[in-house]
């Protein structure tokens, strides 16, 4: 045992002096949009069973944990995420609570294998919102806003993309392939790498080589509605169908509130696919060599916990945001909201009726965004 | 200010690589061709190039440095890597193999012990099959190995299999084909999507 105490692990690292300043900064101007979207903060344990992120993130995820042993034997993990937990709460502690549920939360996970050479980090700050009890496009498009909203307070208007997919189109036309698990998986990685040549060839016995050909390049493209479009004159079986709706009736919105420049459609986007259940998203912002974060919609996860109910919901990787911040030559003062003030002018509940099917979405959300602009607190009524 | 950096493998791809990338309208002057720098812009301006060694691609690239890259496939299955695939370039096609002494038998060993330059390809290949191995991980010159009795067999790349036979050895099995793929960074692939379809187009047209 002749180690230097000087060590430190793989993967950790100190914050200390401006870019500290900068973090808590972020992480403030995060849960001060996220209040004013009417969001709680929850705090998860930081130490949890083991069988809580196998059955809220899947096996694959979890696996990534640093697991150890409690006194009576059961296995424990440092926490990989803060949605397993929440969606627990939401499940028993919070079961009986008027819907929908909105939780919001800033905290280090723990994963000790990183997924990629970029993302070294074994400790991270996720910082996200989750939205349960709801399963209305406008649900979706209030998260969508939120990420957006958090964005912008943070001078990143015009540097920043969302893309979105849904899982229904994937699962739809792996369906009417008749895949088994492994060759949807097969398929399922050809998209996920943009291989469009080894994706033909792979769709050769299925499919004539035309519609083969044309459903390859659809996955490679990501652009804006046209996407949608050459997705119906490919895609005909009805799962598919319906999924392409639901992601055009979210763009009609995002169109309507002028916001097109920063979102996209990427059919090729199939990440955890057994984890969403509905609208996926990525967030990628200019000077990160990797996404800052993800979410969607996970309706199959609070049954785990005895409660089956719709759920959507988003994370942010804070200390990744900081890099990009910080390279920009941020600090924490040039923020648009400062570390400490005030900032809730008025923190009136504003109810609506919102997301009951006479009123148009557009509508809603333009109020909701032009209150939003003056800081003022909006909670939306959404139908379950 | 280019739109776009590529990395590109060092090496035995190198020449094929510029040249395919030259047609696809992205052509590096001859000039600075023959200097020793290791960072050229292209004629137009739009393109920049960094040339690293090929292990070195997929980490410039993953991190966002570079948006894409030019690399072998050996070297993606090695690394393990989470990058963008779109294109398969035909350029440096080879095989990933397991070689042996002609002569020698491996079915009739308890324990195989491999050397190679590709300790992760060939674990996998092995730990498919149920085969105990030892891997003895080199940097170069593996087709030694056996002949001096360091391995039973190895590992490695092969283009025409003259090193092989000149050593002794013999092909056994072909572990997987390898030729140069354009690979494209997560991020970059959403952020430049403009710049990067433009080249995976023109790419694709010069293959």
Known sequence: ?384 | MPELTIAVAKGRLQDEALALLAAAGAGVSSQDLSSRRLAVEDESGRYRFIFVKPGDVPVYVEHGIADCGVVGRDVLLESGTDLLQPLTLEIGRCRIVVAARTGVNLNELGMLRVATKYPHIAATHFGARGRPVEIIELSGSVELAPGLGLADCIVDLVQSGRTLRENGLKEIEVIDESTGRLVVNRASYQLKAKAIAALISNLRSEI
Not at chain 1, 180 to 202: K, S
Not at chain 1, 250 to 265: K, M, P, Y
Not at chain 1, 344 to 373: C, H, T, Y
């Open chain 1, 1 to 384: 045992m002749t180690e230097p105490l000087s060590r430190i692990p793989t993967g950790m690292r100190y914050y200390f002096g401006q870019e500290a300043r900068l973090r808590r900064t972020v992480e403030q101007t995060g849960m001060t949009v996220f209040d004013g979207w009417s969001y709680e903060e929850i705090t998860t344990p930081t130490v949890d069973y083991y069988s809580l992120f196998e059955h809220g993130m899947g096996r694959a995820e979890a696996h990534r944990a640093f697991r150890f042993t409690d006194n009576d034997g059961s296995l424990l993990a440092l926490r990989p995420d803060v949605t397993s937990a929440a969606a627990r709460a939401a499940a028993t502690l919070f079961a009986d609570r008027e819907r929908p549920l909105r939780l919001c939360y800033a905290a280090p996970v723990f994963r000790q294998q990183p997924q990629s050479h970029a993302e070294w980090r074994r400790e991270s700050t996720q910082i996200g919102c989750e939205l349960i009890g709801a399963n209305t496009s406008v649900a979706d498009l209030e998260v969508l806003m939120i990420v957006s909203e958090f964005l912008r307070r943070l001078n990143l208007e015009g540097d920043y993309a969302i893309t979105l997919n849904d899982v229904g189109i994937f699962n739809g036309v792996a369906e009417r392939l008749g895949l088994n698990p492994t060759l949807r998986e097969e398929m399922r990685q050809l998209i996920d790498v943009r291989n469009a040549a080894d994706l033909e060839r792979f769709l050769k016995p299925y499919t004539s080589a035309g519609e083969g050909q044309a459903f390859a390049q659809l996955v490679q493209l990501s652009g804006k509605r046209e996407t949608l479009e050459l997705a119906r004159s490919v895609i005909s079986n009805e799962q598919s169908r319906e999924a392409i709706d639901r992601l055009e009736s979210l763009w009609n919105v995002v169109d309507s509130l002028g916001l097109t420049d920063c979102f996209e459609i990427d059919l090729g986007d199939v990440a955890r696919l057994d984890y969403y259940t509905g609208l996926t998203f990525k967030i990628y912002v200019k000077g990160a060599g990797y996404r800052v974060g993800s979410g969607g919609r996970y309706d199959g996860l609070t049954a785990s916990f005895g409660k089956a109910e719709p759920a959507v919901g988003f994370v942010v990787d804070l200390d990744a945001l900081t890099d990009v911040l910080r390279l920009r030559s941020m600090d924490a003062s040039t923020l648009a909201l400062p570390a400490g003030s005030p900032v809730l002018r008025a923190s009136v509940a504003d109810e609506k009726p919102f997301g009951e099917s006479p009123v148009n979405p557009s509508d809603v959300f333009e109020e909701a965004l032009q209150k939003r602009a003056q800081d003022e607190r909006v909670s939306l009524k959404l139908a379950r």
